[in-house]
């Protein structure tokens, strides 16, 4: 296994609709792995294949609460069937280190997959794994978090995210 690059906002890669996976086989399998590792050394919830440079439908998850054991959802293909109970919860994301927002979106979905066996699921989740789905297939069709923010607050982000960034190189 090895740690991939994530990719940081603005990259281009980060607003490209993902392909749709076509076949699991053992290509895919590593790359699932790979995503996995570099998710957790992040340390992040959740992470999309765009993240890091690969435009395919391709999600990890692993909302388990710390000093609990990983419960990683490798997630191909995955689709929102229904939602439910608006929310508005401060998120983050690997792909734009160091800003965080509070973002509307639903306490409560329904999600078809397949696995990395090829087997159909659907799943219902609540809180952050609802959270967590929403905002990993959001990557999938070139969304980011910052782009669910009023325009007030777009303003905002990109002044205090070109700071982090600044901050960022000097520390390099």
Request: glycine share 6%.
């Amino acid at each position: 296994m090895a740690l991939l690059k994530i990719y940081h906002y603005p990259d281009p890669v980060l607003k490209q609709v993902a392909a749709p996976v076509t076949g699991i086989d053992d290509d895919l399998r590593r790359l699932a792995a790979d995503m996995a590792e570099t998710m957790y050394a992040a340390p992040g919830v959740g992470l999309a294949a765009p993240q890091v440079g690969v435009s395919k439908r391709l999600v990890v998850i692993d909302c388990a609460p710390k000093g609990e054991p990983p419960q990683l959802l490798t997630v191909i293909n995955p689709e929102i069937l229904s939602r439910e109970e608006d929310c508005c919860e401060e998120e983050g994301c690997l792909s734009v280190p160091g800003y965080y927002a509070r973002v509307e979106r639903q306490a409560r979905v329904r999600v078809r997959y397949l696995d990395l066996d090829g087997n159909t699921v659907e799943r219902e989740s609540t809180g952050l794994e609802a959270i967590c789905f929403q905002h990993e297939i959001d990557h999938l069709d070139g969304i980011l978090f910052v782009d669910h923010l009023s325009p007030l607050k777009k303003g905002l982000f990109r002044k205090k995210y070109k700071k982090i960034l600044e901050q960022m190189q000097e520390q390099l």
